[in-house]
Every structure is written in structure tokens, then in C-alpha cells.
């Protein structure tokens, strides 16, 4: 069973940045695509930033596009989301969440996995943390 524990969120002001990070624990082998995703008041949850955990191109939200980074370390087992010039719209619970994944192959790379940034296909959940940003 995966297991994903978020952590890194906080209050922050306009323009500044936050780095959230998702250790994972419980793989067993094959390949994932791993994610973030947010929810705000009142909203539906949204994909914000995910990856294959082989490789290939990454999925942004076109609101975070140029101002989030997602990246995994692997030898940590640990995803991150670097969170820069956040916005007061960026404030929402963030999730980080797992899916088993196809492998890759080298035609595949240029292209997303399909449904990355869909909540709905992905199996195991964070339990969330909450990231404010005010003026």
C-alpha cells in the first residue's frame, strides 16, 4: 500500500514562495506517475503539476506554468513542488497523489501520460496541506 505524507505548506505573502514536499513509502516495483493537486474553498480539485516517475515531459497547469517546478528524487523517495511569485488564486489544500503508470518507452517520452492531471484515475492520496497566500 503507498503511502504519501505532504508537508511544506504555510501562510505567505503575495510574491513569495513555498517549497511542498511528498515522501512516499510502500512501492512496490513498476513505474508511477506521481502529482499535485490543489482545492480551493468552494472548488473542484485541480491538477496543478505532475510527472512519470521514468521520465519523459511533465504536465503544468497553465496558471502555475513559468512559477512551479515539480521534481523527484528518487534516492529519497520524495517529491517536491517548488511554489514561486504565488499568487493569492494559489491558495488551496494541497494534494500530492500517486497512480501506477505504464513504462515508458522512447516515443512516449514527448508526450504526457494520459490522464496525468485527472484526480480521478490516481489510486493513493496525501492527506493534504494547506498553503495561504495573502496580501
Known amino acids: 500500500q503507498v503511502q504519501l505524507v505532504e508537508s511544506g505548506g504555510g501562510s505567505v505573502q503575495a510574491g513569495g514562495s513555498l517549497r511542498l514536499s511528498c515522501a512516499a513509502s510502500?512501492?512496490?516495483?513498476?513505474?508511477?506517475?506521481m502529482g499535485w493537486f490543489r482545492q480551493g474553498p468552494g472548488k473542484e480539485r485541480e491538477g496543478v503539476a505532475a510527472?512519470?516517475?521514468?521520465?519523459?515531459?511533465?504536465y503544468y497547469a497553465d496558471s502555475v506554468k513559468g512559477r512551479f517546478t515539480i521534481s523527484l528524487d528518487n534516492a529519497k523517495n520524495t517529491l517536491y513542488l517548488q511554489m514561486n511569485s504565488l499568487k493569492l488564486e494559489d491558495t488551496a489544500m494541497y494534494y500530492c497523489a500517486a497512480e501506477i503508470c505504464p513504462g515508458r518507452t522512447a516515443e512516449d517520452m514527448g508526450l504526457l501520460p494520459p490522464g496525468v492531471d485527472d484526480p480521478h484515475v490516481y489510486d493513493y492520496w496525501g492527506q493534504g496541506t494547506q498553503v495561504t497566500v495573502s496580501l
Open positions: 510527472l512519470h516517475t521514468g521520465g519523459g515531459r511533465i
Open positions: 510502500g512501492y512496490t516495483s513498476g513505474s508511477y506517475c
